[in-house]
């Protein structure tokens, strides 16, 4: 898969036959099957199942809390920062469901990896283009803050939700379409053979496109805005820094920090030692693999600590979702006191 699932412990693991490396010959009618290498053993044992399942236990109602929150604030604001956030929010969810569900443990725990390939390959697409939407999203959001703080006048005459949803849309379709070529990405799991030039290319063209030019993005831009901040400061302004200011640089900080782990584990698979050979890289792309899904989690505790626009939107989803459930357990015939109307957000509010 594309975020490659774990064994799953204490199962034992059918003798399959090895698929050839993509670009490389069959062996199949030169023979008999070249015998299957020892495999590294997971020393992770049950834990990323464990994991991955509280994960995807608070993570996704967090998400599609955090959701219905950010489309609450877009329909009263209609501000950028807000669809960006609630499409990189989307792409968090379909990442939790299509990856951590469906990959690591459908596929890895529940049905010990044995699946039609022709299922892997085709859940290896929709994996990809969730990492390249989510990602990229990012690199919108962070676009828009630059524009906003380094070019104002322009962002003021140019920006527009329908502008930014089309942006969106367009990221999204291309997420897509680069998720395509994944459908041969080979399972470091299972790769037994070294590395081809077709393996290469997919790795290095996941690296690049997931985090080494995204970051790049983020380097440059984030280093223009605190540059910016700072000579706001230098000529006795306020540096003031917005609140979808601070949530960008909160986001991409985090992003940077927990993906490292896997990209690094990537190389280092594909030059030095491979994951089914040595357990120590087999328990680092374990532990970098949760690295990463833990991205998909904790932008709602970010949004939190920053925003107090954002928390008390949440609060009023909470209590909207309560309040039919009170008035629906009352007894038939009874009427409800009237309650006051809960003020709405001013149309300047920002994150």
């Known amino acids: 898969m594309g975020l490659e699932g774990q064994e799953t412990a204490g ?12 670009s490389r010959p069959s062996q199949e009618f030169e023979g008999h099957w070249p015998e299957i290498p020892e495999r590294s053993p997971c020393v992770a044992g ?15 109602p967090v998400n599609l809390l955090t959701a219905v929150a950010l489309a609450r604030l877009a329909t009263r604001t209609r501000k950028p920062s807000y669809y960006y956030l609630l499409a990189l929010t989307a792409s968090d969810i379909v ?7 469906v990959g690591f443990l459908l596929q890895g725990a529940v049905l010990a990896r044995e699946v039609p390939q022709a299922v892997v390959r085709t859940a290896n697409i929709l994996e990809f283009a969730a990492n390249h939407a989510s990602v990229w999203i990012a690199v919108l959001l962070t676009v828009d803050r630059y524009n906003a703080l380094c070019h ?33 990405w080979l399972d470091v799991w299972r790769d037994a053979d070294p590395p081809s030039t077709l393996d290469e290319i997919l790795k290095w063209a996941h690296c690049l496109t997931v985090y080494f ?16 901040l700072r000579r706001r400061g230098q000529s006795g302004l306020r540096p003031r820094v917005g609140k979808s200011t601070a949530i960008l640089l909160g986001v991409t900080t985090l ?41 998909t989690a904790v932008n709602f505790g970010l949004y939190c600590f920053v925003s107090k626009t954002f928390r008390d939107t949440v609060l009023e989803v909470i209590h909207g979702a309560r309040l039919p459930c009170v008035l629906g357990s009352r ?12 003020p709405g957000l001013s149309q300047g509010a920002a994150l």
């Open 11 to 22: 199962q034992p693991r059918a003798n399959l036959l090895p698929t050839p490396n993509g």
């Open 46 to 60: 049950v834990i990323p199942v464990i994991y991955y399942s509280i994960l995807l236990g608070l993570g996704l």
């Open 95 to 101: 990442t939790q469901v299509v990856i951590v569900f």
């Open 152 to 184: 104002p006048l322009h962002h003021r005459a140019a920006s527009s939700p329908g502008r930014t949803r089309r942006a969106i849309t367009i990221v999204l379709g291309a997420a897509l379409l680069t998720g395509i070529p994944f459908y041969w």
């Open 213 to 228: 030019i995204p970051c790049g993005i983020f380097l440059v831009t984030n280093s223009a805005i605190v540059h910016r």
């Open 255 to 295: 992003f940077a920090f927990l993906w490292a782990p896997r990209i690094f584990v990537m190389l280092f698979h594909l030059y030095v030692a491979p994951v089914h050979r040595d357990w120590r890289v087999h328990l680092a792309l374990d532990v970098a693999n949760m690295a990463a899904m833990l991205n």
């Open 331 to 342: 007894p038939e015939g009874t009427v409800a006191e009237p309650m006051l109307k809960a």
